[in-house]
């Protein structure tokens, strides 16, 4: 048997062997907890380079599903242990696993409390994002969604601020709420096939002629990937919880959770529903630019430095609705379009803006972790001059940040430009609306966020030497981030090439 054939089950399994394992270590061996876990962390990661490698060189022609595992799980519902990776799957795993290990990595020096307890339900909770993107059974799926929910509860209700407690129920109940609906319309699309496996849903296009029960098979299963996402007006927990959250729980819930929603789209929902949701496409695109133009707005208005860069993620997430809806709206009945290429370009610029979005975010959010570990305050109106008190983190910050807006040259821009290329010739006029949103985030980092933090007078009698420049392990959480944000950057078409073909075959399949 070749390592292809097992390799998903390593990827998938191994940080929930790693975090049982942790368990096992005493409590008082809190170097050795933190120590293990990070090396464990990094087995997923190298195992999912090699896949990304082995995936290009051997399948990236087709784009299709490969290194399947299809065996019967409950054989009484019809309920299959079947995974699989393709070019939409395999970036996002990788994502996954690099922000897990820079995680770890970042916490290993700033959490000094329960270590046992933490360090398990983070590499308990990759197990389950990674579920979710290689799961090619409804009920995996669900059980694998349902599974990243709980440790992230219990990251923000115990390590979190202030009102901790406050956000963690709020969390939980907006994702269990919009999980439910999930769940029951999965039982309907069991119901009217008998079968749960998304490959041969896709097929069949369940409810494509009782255009009725699809439009409410698609709303259930929406509601649940739209608070997750989150887009407006779904979005209200989403601030609370990256305020209260932990660094590293702000970063895996931005940079990998987030995208969770936006995956369900194209995974499940546009390939199993494809008539409703072509029906229903004007409002997805419009639900997206309001996302962009509300969170810019309210990013204006925001004091607190994290609050800002989580009302910056419903913006920016907005770019993913708009691109799929865009891409989505292209196969209407006598849609007129000039670049038969739009649909592809819109549905293109939406994965590559999950993927940077993760990036660039996490980034964000590493960074606003490391000035509140000195400064124990993220209001923006204490600051000031720190440019020139601390150049090497005022440097990572400019270019993640410009990231961020999409400064040509960095990863941001490629996955906006492609966005608003394809939506352009589709739904023109949402798309000049969401253009907006483009200049207040330029507006946003850049008055509220740049000027107020690093320009001006820095006030020697608060601060004194409190706000040291980056320390070693803080440039070994970011470098990684920073690199990749510049090579998108610089040179899009690997992870394009991925995208694309995954794209094509979406479409192929609703055709």
Known sequence: MSVNAWILNIILFWPLLASLIVLLIPSRQERQIKNFSIWASLLPLALVCYLAWDYGVSHLATGGLAYQVNVMWIPQINVHFHVGADGLSLPLVFLTALLTTLSLWYSKRVIHTRIKEYFFLFLFMETGMLGVFLSLDLILFYLFWEVGLVPMYLLIGIWGGKNRLYAAVKFFLYTLTGSVFMLLAFIGLYLKTGTFDIVQLSQIHPFKDNILLGSLAFFAIFLGFTIKLPAWPFHTWLPDAHTEAPTAGSVMLAGVMLKLGAFGYLRVLLPILPQAFIKWSIVVVALGVISIVYGAFVCMAQSDLKRLIAYSSVSHMGYVLLGIGAGVAALRPGAIFSNPNSAAMAL??????????????????????????????RDLSLFGGLGAKTPYYYGLFMVTGLAALGLPGLAGFWSEFLVFRGAFDIVRIWAIIGVLGVILTAAYILWRIVQSVFLGEFNEERWGNRLSDVMAYEKVTMWPLILIMVFIGLYPTPVLNFLNQASLNILSMIK
């Open 348 to 377: 293109n610029g939406a994965a590559l803006q999950m993927f940077n979005h993760g990036i660039i975010t996490g980034g964000l959010f590493f960074l606003v972790g490391i000035i509140y570990e000195r400064a124990h305050t």
